[in-house]
């Protein structure tokens, strides 16, 4: 993430994404897969590293083996096995959709996990429990906890949409995309955008 | 990395800014917008101290203004600074001259760095 100033002074949060160039490995199409999808492949990845019947998948699409394989649906426009698309296939001042794998937080209480209150008052008595879930199922009534209960746990790593992200600047030389705000996951992640 | 540098430098406003540092005086020529006109306002004082990186660096300019000090920060990569020139090259031993803020008069003055 980085911040610019935009032509009427304002300093704006932005992200700096390298989008492209997608390799179109595969179309999926009704007759032979029962559905209608586009595989694209993104990130060089190493000859040695990718196995034999990956390499071939490759070779058919007349490509060097790629790091990341993505599926998607719905594409407006018809593409065919080869196809390249860059990042001149968004326009600035457009909104778009990302999609990434939230960063990692580990094992997180509920105050962090699922934005609890935790107790109250720190004094009065109280002892040892201000981060605390408080009651789970009763005593009497219903005398257990119910299924789906939001309790402490793995937090982060799950696949996050952002909506409707402005689109600020658009460089094709470098296949950069800026967007304004922040979008999930670490430095260096893949993300999926949608138009 | 390198490409959030080719980002962040196809934003930049092509005013060459001049290099200075804390002790100097510069005058800071910024352009202020009241309405639809536009006009340039010349801010002039001595640098206290320059922060940050990259997009984000700013620096604070002191000035004595009517018997009341008054500081004001620029974003180095404002595109409302039209301007800014380096009058005088300040001796300082400090990158963050705070101790000029408790000083008045004569003992405010900074001695010219000889080049």
């Known amino acids: 993430m980085t911040s610019v100033f935009s032509a009427e002074g304002k300093n704006i949060p932005c992200t700096v994404i390298e989008a492209g160039p997608c390799i179109v490995t595969q179309v999926k199409s009704n007759e032979t897969d029962g559905y209608?999808?586009?595989?694209?492949?993104?990130?060089?990845?190493?000859e040695k590293s990718t196995?034999?019947?990956?390499?071939?998948?490759?070779?058919?699409?007349?490509?060097?083996?790629?790091?990341?394989?993505?599926?998607?649906?719905d594409f407006e426009q018809e593409l065919k096995l080869g196809d390249v698309l860059t990042v001149d296939i968004f326009d600035e001042d457009t909104f778009v959709d990302i999609t990434g794998i939230s960063k990692g937080?580990?094992?997180?209480?509920?105050?962090?996990?699922?934005?609890?209150?935790?107790?109250?008052?720190?004094?009065?008595?109280?002892?040892?429990r201000l981060r605390a879930p408080g009651s789970l199922g009763g005593s009497s009534f219903p005398s257990r906890v119910f299924k789906g209960m939001r309790m402490a746990g793995r937090t982060g790593g799950d696949r996050v949409k952002v909506e409707n992200l402005r689109v600020i600047k658009v460089i094709p030389e470098n296949n950069l995309l800026m967007v304004k705000g922040s979008v999930p996951g670490p430095k260096g992640s893949y993300l999926i955008i949608e138009k | 990395m390198d490409l959030m540098k080719v980002a962040e430098e196809s934003f930049k406003?092509?005013?060459?800014?001049?290099?200075?540092?804390?002790?100097?005086t510069i005058s800071v020529h910024y352009k202020i917008k009241e309405g639809n006109k536009e006009r340039v306002q010349?801010?002039?004082?001595?640098?206290?101290?320059?922060?940050?990186s990259g997009n984000n660096k700013r620096f604070t300019v002191r000035k004595i203004s009517n018997n009341?000090?008054?500081?004001?920060?620029?974003?180095?990569?404002?595109?409302?600074?039209?301007?800014?020139?380096?009058?005088?090259?300040?001796k300082v031993r400090r990158k963050r001259i705070y101790y000029l803020r408790q000083l008045t008069g004569k003992k405010a003055r900074i001695k010219e760095k000889r080049v």
């Open chain 2, 13 to 24: 406003t092509g005013v060459e800014i001049p290099e200075f540092g804390a002790g100097d």
């Open chain 1, 36 to 46: 209608e999808a586009v595989q694209l492949a993104f990130d060089e990845k190493r």
């Open chain 1, 105 to 128: 937080k580990g094992f997180q209480g509920v105050v962090k996990r699922h934005g609890f209150g935790g107790v109250g008052d720190q004094t009065h008595g109280q002892h040892n």
């Open chain 2, 42 to 52: 010349v801010f002039r004082g001595t640098v206290i101290q320059i922060k940050g």
């Open chain 1, 51 to 73: 196995t034999n019947p990956m390499k071939g998948h490759f070779k058919k699409a007349g490509t060097t083996p790629k790091a990341k394989l993505v599926e998607l649906k």
């Open chain 2, 68 to 90: 009341v000090g008054i500081e004001r920060i620029f974003p180095m990569n404002s595109p409302f600074i039209d301007k800014i020139e380096v009058n005088r090259k300040g």
